[in-house]
């Protein structure tokens, strides 16, 4: 539960009865959507339901409180000037914002969507890497938040890093052949010498490819400053390997 106590606006027509409202949503996980649930006298949930109306929500989204919110659209409206006069306080559930939604795709599921991920970033968002604080850097880094939240279920399920590579190795190599296909015009328009990888690779290059996302992830720190560190790591690993040299060669 995810649960603020607000009270009466000293302007409010009735702050002479110095009622508290509270206003919760029935979640576990801060990106779960749930409807709000009030409680105290009606007109004073009356004016709560419309200060909270049109109240800035998570990441600029407009709070509709006929419609199912997440506690990140909740804390997000009940931290605006427009809540200021209630004086929201935060009473359960602050430990919600901490924890996402686990993932509903099966361990099979994961391996692939991971190795499509990766295959995309190998032929687009890593070779650069994207200029620092550009649009695809954030889109990078906030895909690599977001992968970093999932590998934390998929991993465990891996006995070592050499199972896991072995899991991704072979989806890897087929998703990044579909890609480089797919996005032949961005794969080609790139200098061989910063493409990181080949558009195929030998079943040798999947598993050292792999590796590198292994290691990788497995000793990211946690956070955006993490996640931003990961991106240069992994552009200077898969450099390292040379793979385009090798071919070359």
Known sequence: MFRYRLATPPTSPFARFKKDILVWLEVEYRDQLARLQFEGPAPLVK?????????????????DVDRPLTALDLYAAMSSDRMRPFE?????????????????????????????R?????????????????YDWELLVGALEGTRFEWSFWRPKQASREEAANALAGPLSASLAH???????????????????????????????ATVFVEALDTSAPGEAGAAALVVQLHEKL?????MSRRQA
């Open 179 to 209: 890609e480089s296909a797919r996005l032949t015009g961005v794969y080609e328009s790139r200098p061989v010498a910063q493409r990181l990888v080949p558009p195929t690779l030998t079943p040798e290059e999947a598993q050292e490819v």
């Open 118 to 134: 990766f295959a995309r970033w190998l032929v687009t968002s890593l070779p650069g890497p994207a200029p620092v604080q550009s």
């Open 88 to 116: 929201p306080k935060l009473i359960a559930g602050e430990q919600v914002l901490d924890h996402s939604s686990p993932p509903s795709l099966t361990t099979e599921e994961l391996t692939h969507s991971f190795a499509s």
């Open 239 to 243: 450099l390292a390997l040379g793979l």
């Open 47 to 63: 004016e709560v339901r419309h200060g909270l109306s049109g109240a800035p929500g998570y990441r600029g989204s407009e709070v």
